[in-house]
């Protein structure tokens, strides 16, 4: 049996201000990432009684937090700082339809003047928590 207390910490920083149906759209695309970059995090397949098969999923719980402009601009820079990869969504990709426009719509402005909406994070707990400083779990 696995631990159940993590080392490590998944968490998605969103913006407080956003409709909730942008929070949850937010949340799905900035995790979509992570099972790709850090195949560690992803468990087996799943099985019912009679044999269906599903998908595999994360191995840990995904924590969300909520915080305002400066609080992700904040867990951003630190994440940056200390060397941890992030998944970013800014408020120019609701305008977009596609991963092409995505990718291309962050491309055209520097870290700094990101208009961020979210972002994920994931490494050891005590680090991410620091990223963290300033945020609330998400109600």
Known sequence: MENLRFDTKI???????????????????????LGTAEPGVIGEPYEDADATS????????????????EVLQSAHSKAGTRGL???????????????HD?????????????DLVGLT?????????????GARMHP
């Open 54 to 69: 599903y998908l595999p999923m994360f191995r840990q719980p995904v924590l969300v937090f909520e915080g305002d402009k």
């Open 11 to 33: 968490a998605v920083l969103l913006r407080e201000d956003l409709p909730t149906w942008q929070r949850l759209n937010v949340t799905a695309f900035l995790v979509s990432g």
């Open 102 to 114: 995505n990718r291309a719509a962050v491309r055209a402005v520097g870290a700094a003047d990101l």
């Open 121 to 133: 994070v994931y490494g050891p707990r005590n680090v991410v928590d620091k990223i963290l400083k």
């Open 85 to 99: 990869r992030t998944a970013i969504f800014t408020s120019d990709l609701f305008t977009t339809g596609n991963d």
